[in-house]
């Protein structure tokens, strides 16, 4: 039988040999990552055309600014590419089958949003970690808070739904130098949180999502001859709020009805002046009312407010 003492010295010596494992793999790791990034210059394109394979877009909260013509999005993107400059042997590093580095470290693609809602929102800034592969794979899943346009059109709000349309791409760099593929099997995952409430509480989220497609986009212009290569991204989302629909659709009925008893009234009646007052009074009220969304409609009245208007209008 061991003594005591001898067990913890057996069990010390196995430690520090584990820990010494650790630490082998670890300064493997660390000279791996200096032996790629010398000499590295992370302005240059890898060798050319780079194919960026998009594979994912998770969405994780979404939010429409119909006055602006704005969506807010944020949602993580998942890309890669190969880079040979990062390419290495793994038996030749203890068998390292992958290593992060900083993306600040290694090229990147100058992705951009061509549809931002303003100059600060075009440029993709994350700054997150790469996972490099020895066969020189670099994958990129970068968080985005995204803002661009989308022309809201409300002729059926308050039951509106929206294609909105996202363009990313390479800000200077053409087809010939990046191209973008689209992964066959892409992931759209949406994340619960944005369309269930997780207490069955009135959720404050607004909008469902019933699409998100992802397409490559080829397009040539005026100045030049080389396509230049965009990733379109397609959401769909539907106007979702029960209680908000209530607050509109309850007085619109009302005052249809109002509008019918005023035709039936016998047109001597003196009830009728009174009842015609009150109807185009409160249908001014409502107008004001759905105001604040009938002006974020310039180009596409709503037609529910078309038809009190029409009523108001036929008095
Ligand atoms: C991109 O996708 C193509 C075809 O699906 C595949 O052959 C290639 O290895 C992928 N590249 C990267 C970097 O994932
Ligand atoms: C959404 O818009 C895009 C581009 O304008 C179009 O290609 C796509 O077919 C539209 N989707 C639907 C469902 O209307
Ligand atoms: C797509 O397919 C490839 C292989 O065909 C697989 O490695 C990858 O995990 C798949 N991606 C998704 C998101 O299902």
């Known amino acids: 039988m ?60 979404l939010e429409m600014h119909e006055g602006a013509h704005r969506l807010s999005l944020h949602a993580w993107l998942g890309y890669s590419w190969y880079d040979q400059r990062l390419s290495w042997k793994a038996e030749d590093y ?75 791409g390479s800000w200077v760099h053409s087809g010939r130098h990046i191209d973008i593929s689209v992964q066959k099997n892409f992931s759209t995952e949406v994340d619960d949180e944005v369309t269930k409430s997780p207490d069955g509480q009135m959720d404050t989220m ?49 005052l249809v009805l109002l509008t019918v008893v005023l035709f039936i009234l016998p047109p001597g009646a003196g009830e009728k002046i009174v009842f015609g007052g009150m109807n185009i009074i409160l249908n001014l009220m409502f107008l004001i009312f759905t105001h604040g969304t009938v002006r974020n409609a310039p180009s596409h009245t709503p037609l529910l407010a078309c038809d009190t208007s029409g009523t108001a209008s036929t008095m």
């Open 206 to 254: 607004e909008w469902k999502i019933l699409n998100v497609n992802l397409k490559r986009l080829s397009k040539f212009y005026d100045c030049c001859t080389e396509p230049y290569v965009s990733l379109m991204v397609n959401i769909i989302v539907q106007r979702e709020a029960p209680a908000f629909c209530w607050i509109i659709k309850t007085p619109a009925v009302c």
């Open 94 to 168: 203890g068998g390292a089958e992958m290593m992060t580095i900083s993306s600040r470290d290694v090229w990147l693609p100058d992705f951009s949003v061509y549809n931002a809602g303003d100059a600060e929102a075009t440029l993709l800034t994350s700054r997150f970690r790469v996972i490099v592969y020895p066969d020189g794979k670099v994958l990129y899943v970068p968080s985005l808070d995204l803002h661009y346009s989308c022309v809201a059109d409300l002729t059926y709000w308050p039951h509106d739904t929206h294609n909105c349309t996202l363009k990313i």
């Open 2 to 61: 061991m003594s005591p003492g001898l067990v913890v010295v057996v069990l010390v010596v196995m430690a520090a040999a584990g820990q010494g494992k650790d630490l082998q793999g670890s300064l493997k790791l660390q000279h791996l990552r200096k032996t790629l990034l010398q000499g590295y210059d992370k302005e240059a394109l890898p060798p050319t055309p780079v194919t960026v394979n998009v594979s994912q877009f998770s969405i994780r909260d």
